[in-house]
């Protein structure tokens, strides 16, 4: 399948989604046709070329799917007559000529799969299925997990809909405005995702950043005036600017060892001109705030032309607003380069009687490998490499595995 397939049935995928839900009801359902739909466009498309109106052609296959599912329900005397008109309805050649219809169901998506009843894990599940059109082979092996425990996730994250009777229409204000938060931690996440691993031989997974760019690309469009979702493709953007320049061959390059001249000057233009536009706005958030962050490592040309006593006051703003531990460890590192490492090391340990950086599961791992670089820097090889020692031990990435053990062994 090529790339412009690829890309046209994951933009089509949760279109084709609101039109069988809207249709017949059952989200369930509706999102399994979805996917059938998609698999035999991506085996049809590629030889007999892509037609004149793809998302009529998806849903009318996700009819005639959503039919079969409904025949076969446990609730079949109820539904039957509804399939049948529906069936009926697909034969009539007028309605299949009928061009599908415009409107742009990604946010209601969004939303839906960002349920509050939802856990964050399940959320992320059933967003990258719905709404990007990932297969859960795909997401299973993202995740590095079975294909049987992701489906089992992905289907108990459908039934959890059903029961807390969430609906296909677009939520009220305040509910919408509430679970915004839900669905751009979601796009964070699957970005995060990508750009390191948990788990595997590979340090990123290019689908899953490119997929959580293109997804908030899409909520950008439904909400252009929303200065935190475009902080956030901004963010997203820049960020990715450096996935080039992060390894040499399999070794894993910290950012004041990489080559700037690989990083990407047109992510790097869009994102800094995404954040330039909603920075003056009087509200800043989160997102808004990162974005600024990488912005300002983005124009720095060199390692040591970089402006740390900015990203340090930054950070310290980021907390202010999201005081999470993945922050306060971000400003240790920021503090350092800014104001040296012993201030770096005590601000470390002072957050660690606070919060306990070192046990949380979000930071115990990189706590080490931040401690472990403060050390070096101040001549204490012997503590550092005993912290890389440790920091490589607790990351499932063997990429960053392996760096984390060069670095100790360099030390002795």
């Known amino acids: 399948m090529t790339p412009d397939v690829e890309h046209l049935l994951r933009t089509e995928a949760p279109q084709v989604l609101g039109a069988l839900v809207r249709r017949f009801g059952h989200f369930d359902a509706a999102e399994d ?59 009539d050649p007028a309605r299949r000529a009928r061009p599908a219809l415009e409107a742009d169901d990604s946010l209601t998506i969004l ?47 459908k039934q959890q809909l059903a029961r807390a009777g969430a609906r296909f229409t677009p939520p009220a204000d305040a509910d919408r405005d509430s679970r915004m938060n839900a669905v751009m931690q979601v796009l964070y996440l699957i970005f995060n995702e990508g750009y390191t691993a948990s788990t595997g031989d590979e340090l990123a997974r290019v689908d ?16 252009p005036d929303d200065a935190e979702v475009t902080g956030l493709l901004a963010l997203m953007l820049l960020t990715e600017s450096r996935r080039a320049a992060r390894t040499d061959g399999d070794e894993l390059l910290p950012l004041e060892e990489q080559d700037r001249t690989r990083w990407d000057p047109e992510l790097i ?78 601000l470390l340990d002072d957050l660690n009687r606070g919060y306990h950086l070192d046990e949380e599961p979000l930071t115990r791992q990189r706590e080490r490998a931040v401690r472990a670089h403060l050390l070096e820097m101040t001549g204490d090889t012997t503590g550092a490499a005993e912290q890389y020692r440790e920091a490589s031990a607790l990351t499932q990435n063997q990429v960053e595995q392996r760096y984390l053990q060069r670095r100790a062994r360099r030390l002795g």
Do not use: K
């Not at 990258?128 to 108990?156: C, D, F, K, P, Q």
């Not at 899953?208 to 909400?223: K, Q």
């Open 269 to 346: 233009r869009e994102g800094t001109e995404l954040i330039d536009s909603v920075w003056r706005r009087r509200e800043v958030g989160p997102y808004q705030l990162q974005a600024a962050i990488a912005a300002v490592h983005a124009a720095a040309a060199s390692p040591d032309r970089t402006d740390w006593p900015q990203i340090a006051a930054l950070y310290l703003g980021l907390e202010r607003l999201s005081p999470t531990a993945p922050v306060r460890l971000s400003r240790v590192v920021a503090v350092a380069h800014a104001y040296g490492p012993a201030r770096g090391l005590a």
């Open 208 to 223: 899953l950043t490119r997929e959580a760019i293109r997804l908030t690309r899409m909520l950008r469009d439904s909400l």
């Open 111 to 157: 939303l839906l799969c960002c349920h509050p009843a939802l856990s964050p894990t399940s959320q992320v599940a059933l967003t990258l299925r719905a709404v990007g059109g990932l297969t859960t082979t795909e997401i299973a092996h993202a995740y590095g997990t079975a294909e049987n425990t992701m489906g089992a996730r992905i289907s108990r994250a």
């Open 33 to 91: 046709a979805v996917q059938e739909a998609l698999l035999v466009a991506s085996r049809a498309w590629p030889t007999d070329g892509v037609p004149e109106n793809p998302r009529s052609w998806l849903i009318r296959i996700g009819y005639r799917r959503m039919v079969d599912l409904l025949r076969t329900d446990q609730a079949r005397r109820r539904r039957e007559r509804h399939a049948g008109i529906s069936e009926l309805a697909m034969q």
